[in-house]
């Protein structure tokens, strides 16, 4: 008999809590769907998941554990929490051109909070994190050092990084020492 393989997770068991940042990573706790669509698709799609799909730059819309993310003009992430089946809901739609691909293979995610929080991302993000500029409640794809990562503001001193697993570790440890110095 032939064993499942196990997902292996690069960043389980790290945890850092040091001047004003803890971080840890979210490991395996949520489906990721990169979906594309064009305007007829957008309201049946968003229907079909139960939330109304974000048009607008950072745009988030939550609601009963799913989140989407506005990314683009036509794309977004759609993170649920595990075994939801987000991506049969979507595929069931027959209006509009659009395209859902599973991305849980590809992406991991970091927690990063605290009172220094942002001063930690603020080491390796150029985008302006302020308050004004970037409120609770808004997504922007942006860099962290050299890597591309989706940042998502949950709460004023609460951060979602979304980056691809094989950056995981840099991303890791470039805010680990950011923390260490904001």
């Known amino acids: 008999m032939v ?3 196990t997902r292996l997770y690069p960043l389980t068991g790290r945890e850092f809590a040091g001047n004003g940042v803890n971080m840890r990573p979210l490991d395996g706790e949520h489906e990721r769907i990169s979906l594309r669509a064009d305007d007829v698709a957008v309201a049946g799609l968003g229907a079909a998941i139960g939330l109304e799909l974000p ?4 745009g988030v819309a939550l609601a009963d ?6 990314l683009g003009p036509d794309e977004w992430l759609i993170m649920a929490e ?19 691909v599973s991305i849980n293979h590809r992406n991991m995610a970091i927690l990063v909070y605290g009172a ?11 985008r302006d994190l302020s308050l004004e500029a970037f409120p609770a409640g808004t997504c922007s794809r942006t860099i962290i050092g050299k890597a591309e990562v989706v940042l998502w503001r949950t709460d004023t001193h609460s951060f979602h ?3 691809w697993r094989s950056f995981s570790d ?3 440890k470039f805010l680990v020492e950011a923390a260490r110095c904001a």
């Not at 991506?87 to 395209?99: A, H, I, P, Q, R």
């Not at 220094?116 to 150029?126: D, I, S, Y």
């Open 3 to 5: 064993e499942a393989a």
């Open 55 to 58: 048009t607008k730059p950072g």
């Open 65 to 70: 554990g799913l989140s989407a993310l506005w």
């Open 82 to 100: 595990k075994g939801a089946g987000i991506e049969d809901k979507l595929n069931s739609v027959t209006t509009g051109l659009y395209s859902v």
């Open 116 to 126: 220094n929080a942002v001063n930690a991302l603020n080491g390796g993000c150029p």
């Open 161 to 163: 990084v979304e980056c």
């Open 170 to 172: 840099y991303v890791w």
